[in-house]
């Protein structure tokens, strides 16, 4: 079964910096999209940005731009959403999810990684 | 870009059909045929329910259907069950580099 399997829970404090992480496998990493997308509590999803794992080719939404870094490390088939500082506002639960295309539904999503940022 | 406009909530019976509506711009749903749509569970994950507009996944039972007309897009689920209570996204390819999700709806089973 195709899955992807993001990192557990995180609790920090504002201005701390965090990089979560998700695992794909069973297959061909390098050839889906992984996008990441965003819920904080009790609201809608919200689309942060997309990478293409066999190029690192990387598209954020201007929502997101400057505030978030995609990245991925095709040798161990593992996508990764970073922060420098943190803020309260970064309190969300955070999807990973794949795609064939850029512009293509995302077929297989991973369970999610609750961020909190409390001081 | 905003998030395309859904209604906050719809309800309906067992054995009812309900629709969902979706409505964007020429510049996202009414542009392209790439819109798709989720279910989510409270505490889940969002499960792919429809893709390219109309087309349905693998495992994903023929009450679930999708069309569009003009810039709406709409979701159908007849023959409503229990178990289709949760909240239904749609999300579409907005030209460039862009996607978005609309604000989401929640399906109440009576």
């Known amino acids: 079964e195709v899955q992807l399997v993001q990192s557990g829970a995180e609790v920090k404090k504002p201005g701390e910096s965090l990089k979560i992480s998700c695992k794909g496998f069973?297959?061909?990493?390098?050839?889906?999209?992984i996008g990441w997308v965003r819920q904080m509590p009790g609201k809608g999803l919200e689309w942060m940005g997309i990478?293409?794992?066999?190029?690192?080719?990387?598209k954020y939404s201007p929502s997101f731009q400057g505030h978030v870094t995609i990245s991925a490390d095709k040798s161990i088939s593992t996508a990764y959403l970073q922060w420098s500082s943190l803020k309260a506002s970064d309190t969300a639960i955070y999807y990973c999810?794949?795609?064939?295309?850029?512009?293509?539904?995302?077929?297989?999503w991973g369970q999610g990684t609750m961020v909190t940022v409390s001081s | 870009q905003s998030a395309l406009t859904q209604p906050r909530s719809v309800s309906g019976s067992p054995g009812q059909s309900v629709t969902i509506s979706c409505t964007g711009t020429?510049?996202?749903?009414?542009?392209?045929?790439?819109v798709s749509w989720y279910q989510q569970h409270p505490g889940k994950a969002p499960k792919l329910m429809i893709y390219?507009?109309?087309k349905r996944p693998s495992g994903v039972p023929d009450r679930f259907s999708g069309s569009k007309s003009g810039n709406t897009a709409s979701l159908t689920i007849s023959g409503l069950q229990a178990e289709d209570e949760a909240d239904y996204y749609c999300?579409?390819?907005?030209?460039?580099?862009?996607?978005?999700f609309g604000g989401g709806t929640k399906l109440t089973v009576l």
């Open positions: 020429s510049s996202d749903v009414g542009g392209y045929n790439y």
């Open positions: 999810a794949r795609s064939g295309n850029f512009q293509d539904a995302f077929d297989v």
């Open positions: 390219d507009v109309s």
């Open positions: 999300y579409s390819y907005a030209g460039g580099y862009i996607l978005i």
């Open positions: 990478i293409y794992p066999g190029d690192s080719n990387t």
């Open positions: 069973r297959y061909s990493f390098t050839s889906y999209w």
